[in-house]
T-cell receptor, first 110, second 113 residues
């Protein structure tokens, strides 16, 4: 089964609101990556976190890596319709095996 | 660079037929990954290669699935014989190094009827 867990599975957001999606691993990760997949598209890399406690921002997106390197979060502020899609976290388990979480599918109400 | 190229984009085949999916990774990338995506199981890693050598194929569901990488610029995923439950989107991805970002192809949508 999946070793990288992600919640919630679905997120319905009013335009302009904030939301957070969470990622947890049963093992310590060397790094965590986040991807976005638009409906009908393919996963596209957003960012990679490597250091314990690391925080990175991309405009309205804030990514955090936990102190124990077992969890991560993605926080989006002031959600826009362009944020629609599925957000995946992914971690390297056992070498270079890149495993993905189940994803959080985001829909936005205008 | 054109990115990761997969073919065909769509494939419809009858149960029992052989299906071959193709992938051309980004030039210079040493790692190649094959994923399968379904609503029920999400993105599953099937197999990955490093420098054309299969490293981990523990995600390959059955002996009906096989993957090869004869050279650095080409890989195939073959299903023989195909079954309706193999219907999914199959993605190929490549990365420059083991821990670097993965670049995905557009995917092949396989339907087995």
């Amino acid at each position: 089964g999946q070793q990288v867990m992600q919640i919630p599975q679905y997120q319905h957001v009013q335009e302009g609101e904030d939301f957070t999606t969470y990622c947890n691993s049963s093992t310590t990760l060397s790094n965590i990556q986040w991807y976005k997949q638009r409906p009908g598209g393919h996963p596209v890399f957003l960012i990679q976190l490597v250091k314990s406690g690391e925080v990175k921002k991309q405009k309205r997106l804030t990514f955090q890596f936990g102190e124990a390197k077992k969890n991560s979060s993605l926080h989006i502020t002031a959600t826009q319709t362009t944020d629609v899609g599925t957000y995946f976290c992914a971690g390297h388990l056992w070498g270079y095996k890149l495993s993905f979480g189940a994803g959080t599918t985001v829909t936005v109400r205008a | 660079d054109a990115g990761v190229i997969q073919s065909p984009r769509h494939e419809v085949t009858e149960m029992g037929q052989e299906v071959t999916l193709r992938c051309k990774p980004i030039s210079g990338h040493d790692y190649l990954f094959w994923y399968r995506q379904t609503m029920m199981r999400g993105l599953e890693l099937l197999i990955y290669f490093n420098n054309n050598v299969p490293i981990d194929d523990s995600g390959m569901p059955e002996d009906r699935f096989s993957a090869k990488m004869p050279n650095a610029s080409f890989s195939t995923l073959k299903i023989q014989p195909s079954e309706p439950r193999d219907s999914a989107v199959y993605f190929c991805a490549s990365s420059f190094q083991g821990y670097s970002e993965a670049f995905f192809g557009q995917g092949t949508r396989l339907t087995v009827v």
